[in-house]
């Protein structure tokens, strides 16, 4: 990635379905170019499509900049990659069409290309339709699982953040009843080791403190309404405290949020989807953040969907836009802190002689 990039971070953001909100919140969290200081935006999608939004929404001071490609970006304007022949394309705001589903996926591809390429520091997904997106080329219930599978990672965390409280759930986008089968002692494991290291490496905890919900009412009561407490999530938190870390749980998933228990700690394990992100949309909706952790790169995605009852209207707030491109910024900027740190630690540790390593002197140090 070129220092032009790690100085002031690319961020490339999807249009989503151009149906829904998505345009809509785009253009208004980045009306009059207010985020130039922070970032050089690049929306994927169409330009044709953006300006009949501007249209609707009567921004009338203010252009949009087209280019090719993201070495073309002008830092100071707010800059638009058309992802497909647009010359015909007409937004029908609220409608589901499947030109607006094709539409999404020739965004999102474009953009993962030039995030592969480096080009980009960080992606932000706008909303998609599940339904209207699929196609031979995208057959995932969602953008987490899409990203898994094109950057070879076996399992992403789905983590809902929105300034200190952080969800991050078990099982994502999976019928309710096919979720006990999913939890398991290895995959509870894997998902609280990545949450533990995203809040070290992304979030710049050096201590993160991990509370852990359970599955069942009243997570069990002691085997009474379920033993998954008992047989697998009690073992697997034993097995971290043991390590020396602050992971706490399980705890009773309806009174956690109710009662404030989630400040005590700087993220939150649910079990499954609706268990985590009904009270993280409650307590967030408009500032909430989707964020990918456990991927070699950086992307977030607001919190909501495509919300056609509205699209179109002037109804929709950009805030959670707004917090996915914040959110962008510094994860793919502490990253980057992060990676120069550790080669300053590693150009300035002293060199061991053959006799002093460990590795040269069977396993034995000689000390002087």
Request: net charge neutral; aromatic share 8%; charged share 20%.
């Amino acid at each position: 990635m070129s220092d032009q990039i790690s100085n002031k971070p690319f961020i490339g953001i999807t249009l989503g379905d151009y149906n829904g909100i998505g345009p809509e919140v785009i253009l208004k969290a980045l009306e009059g170019n207010q985020l130039a200081k922070l970032c050089t935006p690049i929306i994927y999608g169409s330009l044709r499509v953006l300006n009949q939004y501007r249209n609707i929404l009567e921004i009338k001071d203010w252009t949009l900049h087209g280019i090719q490609k993201p070495e073309q970006a002008n830092p100071k304007l707010t800059n638009v990659i058309t992802c497909w022949h647009d010359h015909q394309t007409e937004a029908a705001p609220g409608k589901i069409t499947n030109e607006a589903g094709q539409g999404s996926l020739s965004s999102l591809k474009r953009a993962v290309d030039d995030l592969k390429a480096g080009k980009l520091s960080a992606i932000v997904t706008g909303p998609i339709n599940k339904d209207n997106i699929q196609s031979e080329e995208f057959k995932f219930p969602g953008h987490t699982e899409y990203f898994a599978s094109e950057f070879a990672v076996e399992d992403a965390l789905m983590f809902m953040v929105s300034g200190d409280l952080r969800v991050g759930v078990l099982t994502g986008h999976i019928p309710l009843n096919q979720v006990t089968s999913q939890i398991t002692p290895e995959k509870l494991s894997a998902k609280i080791e990545q949450m533990l290291k995203s809040l070290k490496d992304d979030f710049g905890i050096k201590k993160p403190r991990l509370a852990v919900l359970g599955l069942n009412p009243h997570a069990g009561e002691n085997g009474l309404l379920g033993n998954e407490e008992i047989d697998i999530i009690q073992p697997v938190v034993k097995y971290f405290k043991e390590k020396g870390n602050l992971v706490v749980g399980p705890f009773p998933a309806d009174g956690f949020f109710a009662a404030g228990t989630y400040k005590k700690y700087d993220a939150v394990l649910a079990m499954y989807h609706d268990q985590g992100l009904i009270p993280f949309k409650t307590l967030a909706f408009n500032e909430g953040v989707n964020f990918t952790a456990g991927l070699p790169i950086v992307r977030t995605s607001p919190d909501h969907g495509t919300a056609y009852n509205i699209a179109g209207k002037n109804e929709a707030s950009p805030g959670s836009l707004l917090q996915a491109i914040y959110l962008a910024c510094d994860v793919s900027r502490f990253r980057i802190e992060n990676t120069e740190n550790e080669k300053n630690a590693l150009v300035s540790r002293p060199q061991q002689s053959e006799s002093q390593h460990p590795a040269k002197s069977g396993g034995k140090q000689r000390f002087n």
